[in-house]
């Protein structure tokens, strides 16, 4: 199964509502997480289940989709949201990521 | 507190062989299934191999079928990846992972080591 993300990059500003958007190639019911991963850092579960925050992650992230079409949203975005962010399958092995949008200041 | 460690990293050439582990700890390795995701150098993150919770079902990526082996010890509460015929494109930090499951089916990857580097170069 394949993941595509888009954009790829995202210039945004502080406060702004960003949303990025990940396609499966087949349909992946719910089976879709999303992560946030910093320079030098591991990766970071934001949603996972589609549209389930993970606890501890702020309110202003959420995601939604089922099928093939999922979209991760962030309502006012701070400055330590700019990061890359991952989209992955886990409906069936082997796991895929999407290729990632690098979340950038304006 | 789930905590999980890589180590086993390293340079190595073409061809050679590395073996990395992850310890576990802060929560029963053994009813867990257990994974290995790697990222090359500025590249994204891609899923390299599973394991189920007894050690029975395993499951690769195409980029290592044939050349790793993942295994378990759940009595030493640890994971392995066993690096075979490396090539240069294998080079990259490599994650240990921890599965976690959702209504018992999402499963997803919440907890994750701070890595270890693999550079594979002659």
């Known amino acids: 199964i394949q993941m595509t993300q888009s954009p790829s990059s995202l210039p945004a500003s502080v406060g702004d509502r960003v949303t990025i958007t990940c396609r499966a190639s087949?349909?992946?019911?719910?089976?879709l997480n999303w992560f946030q991963q910093k320079p030098g850092k591991a990766p970071n579960l934001l949603i996972y289940a589609a549209s389930t925050l993970e606890g501890g992650v702020p309110s202003r992230f959420s995601g939604s989709g089922s099928g093939t079409d999922f979209t991760l949203t962030i309502s006012s975005l701070q400055p330590e949201d700019f990061a890359i962010y991952y989209c992955q399958q886990s409906y069936s092995v082997p796991f895929t990521f999407g290729q990632g949008t690098k979340l950038e200041i304006k | 507190e789930v905590q999980l460690s890589e180590s086993g990293g390293g340079l190595e050439q073409p061809g050679g062989s590395l073996r990395l582990s992850c310890a576990a700890s802060?929560?029963?390795?053994?009813?867990?299934?257990m994974n290995w995701v790697r990222q090359a150098p500025g590249k994204g993150l891609e899923w390299v191999s599973s394991?189920?919770?007894?050690?029975?079902?395993?499951y690769y990526a195409d980029s290592v079928q044939g050349r790793f082996t993942i295994s378990r010890d759940n009595s030493q509460n640890s994971l392995y990846l066993q690096m075979n015929n490396l090539r240069a494109e294998d080079s990259a930090v490599y994650y240990c992972a921890k599965d976690d499951y959702f209504w018992g089916s999402y499963r997803y990857m919440l907890y994750w080591g701070h890595g270890t580097v693999v550079t594979i170069s002659s």
């Open positions: 802060g929560f029963t390795f053994s009813s867990f299934a």
């Open positions: 394991i189920s919770a007894t050690g029975g079902d395993t």
């Open positions: 087949q349909s992946i019911s719910s089976y």
